[in-house]
């Protein structure tokens, strides 16, 4: 069974960068697409990007030109970067694997965006 | 942007009832819907995908149709543990990939 673990500092100062790292273990980082998710206070689920194991991307529109996904394949992980961050990416964010549906998911990580 | 749009928000139910919720896209998605439960503190399961598959381990009492823009996730007979918020999600028209606002199904 594939596990997915985010790990990464809770805590980011306004207008500062965010910086996630997913951990697969229990399979290869290959042949799927892998995506990052998060979800606010309270709120739905908002898609982030998503990166396939070829390492082509594709980005929210919404947060294109704050984002990178990038992968790790010897280590079987990837990671997002969300650079000038504000109070409004406070989220829980989490890493999933997908195909048809995101059908792995990690625990998730809350960062809190705040001085 | 394809907008998803749940309904209803909230859904009150009895353990043992038939639960009906429904998801309507804004442009088609042709079968490229998904629907996810997800319970307090908990990462979404998936539970139906390419609008009428089950997902893995998934009991047969969830049940996924509809095409286009009109999609129905259906649960048979309510156990007490089908209490929790479910949404949709599309990945039809490239990015992004969206989900709909959920819908809160709670116990009557």
């Known amino acids: 069974q594939v596990q997915l673990q985010e790990s990464g500092p809770g805590l980011v100062k306004p207008s500062a960068t965010l910086s996630l790292t997913c951990t697969v273990s229990?399979?290869?980082?290959?042949?799927?697409?892998w995506s990052w998710i998060r979800q606010s206070p309270g709120k739905g689920l908002e898609w982030v990007g998503y990166i396939y194991y070829t390492g082509i991307t594709n980005y929210n529109p919404s947060l294109k030109s704050r984002v990178t996904i990038s992968l790790d394949t010897p280590n079987n992980r990837f990671s997002l970067r969300l650079t000038s961050v504000t109070a409004a990416d406070t989220a829980t964010y989490y890493c999933?694997?997908?195909?048809?549906?995101?059908?792995?998911w990690g625990q998730g990580i809350h960062v809190t965006v705040s001085s | 942007e394809n907008v998803l749009t749940q309904s209803p928000a909230t859904l009150s139910l009895s353990p043992g009832e038939r639960a009906t919720l429904s998801c309507r896209a804004s442009?088609?998605?042709?079968?490229?819907l998904a629907w996810y439960q997800q319970k307090p503190g908990q990462a979404p399961r998936l539970l139906i995908y390419d609008a009428s598959k089950r997902a893995t381990g998934i009991p047969a009492r969830f049940s996924g149709s509809g095409s286009g823009t009109d999609f129905t996730l259906t649960i048979s007979r309510l156990e007490p543990e089908d209490f929790a918020v479910y949404y949709c999600q599309q990945r039809s028209d490239g990015p992004p990939l969206t989900f709909g606002q959920g819908t809160r199904l709670e116990i009557k």
């Open positions: 999933a694997r997908h195909l048809r549906g995101f059908d792995n």
């Open positions: 229990g399979g290869s980082i290959g042949t799927f697409y």
């Open positions: 442009q088609t998605v042709t079968s490229y």
